[in-house]
């Protein structure tokens, strides 16, 4: 089992920025990725950032060249630096992680954390 507990999070001013942090405790040797995906209300849940255990990156075209992934040495830390800010980066973020793989939507995904409340305005 791994434990994913998220910080950060809150309300900013559309052009600001904010970070978001996921802890991973437990059986962390057995993630094979890491990420976050978000929720607005009313839409589906999407994937917006995931690194692989061989630090391979990926991004949704919304987010790209605004939000970094990053993770610490021990690789049981992300953080998720999200600049640029828009209203329509308004959603839940929500730390996951799996063994395998992720999908688009985040179904079937191994871990979740709890989320985390990101608002944006305009």
């Known amino acids: 089992q791994v434990q994913l507990v998220e910080s950060g999070g809150g309300l900013v001013q559309a052009g600001g920025s904010l970070r978001l942090s996921c802890a991973a405790s437990?059986?962390?040797?057995?993630?094979?990725?890491m990420g976050w995906y978000r929720q607005a209300p009313g839409k589906q849940r999407e994937l917006v950032a995931s690194i692989r255990s061989v630090d391979s990156t990926n991004y949704a075209d919304s987010v790209k060249g605004r939000f970094t992934l990053s993770r610490d040495n021990t690789k049981s830390t992300v953080n998720l630096q999200m600049n640029s800010l828009k209203p329509e980066d308004t959603a839940v973020y929500y730390c996951?992680?799996?063994?395998?793989?992720?999908?688009?939507?985040?179904?079937?995904?191994?871990?979740w954390g709890q989320g985390t409340q990101v608002t944006v305005s305009s």
């Open positions: 437990g059986s962390i040797s057995t993630i094979n990725v």
């Open positions: 996951a992680a799996d063994r395998n793989q992720f999908s688009w939507s985040g179904r079937g995904v191994d871990y």
